[in-house]
């Protein structure tokens, strides 16, 4: 298997990230990769067809917020917070909390 295409930290582009971001399912994957090291496509895929999950995984690791590597059959995905945070500081934590916030909050309206 061919390993994937990252852009280097310093490639990161600000409109990209926030593109990326901007869908909720691939918050979603970066909310995950957030609370653990690695996992892998199918332990983020939320029961989505393949060609779906796959288009997500894309669109973050063009964006530079996923690491995605090769380990024999498996594709373990990481989050590149690092190189955000190196390039965007705060915007990463930012968005995540908030992102925690949301969930709180509709959770709080639907009791």
């Known amino acids: 298997m061919r390993p994937y295409k990252h852009p280097a930290a310093d490639e990161l582009v600000l409109e990209r990230v926030l593109y990326a971001l901007s869908d909720s399912i691939r918050l979603d994957i970066v909310r995950h990769l957030a609370r653990v ?13 393949k060609s779906t999950v796959s ?18 059959t498996s594709h373990m995905n990481t989050l590149r917070r690092a190189d955000v945070e190196g390039r965007f500081p705060g915007l990463l ?5 908030q992102g925690d916030a949301a969930v709180a909050a509709t959770k709080k309206k639907a009791a």
């Open 93 to 97: 934590a930012a968005i995540l909390s």
């Open 37 to 49: 090291e690695c996992a892998t496509c199918g332990e983020l895929d939320g029961g989505r067809p």
């Open 55 to 72: 288009h997500h995984f894309k669109v973050l690791r063009e964006a530079g917020l996923v690491l995605t590597e090769n380990t024999g």
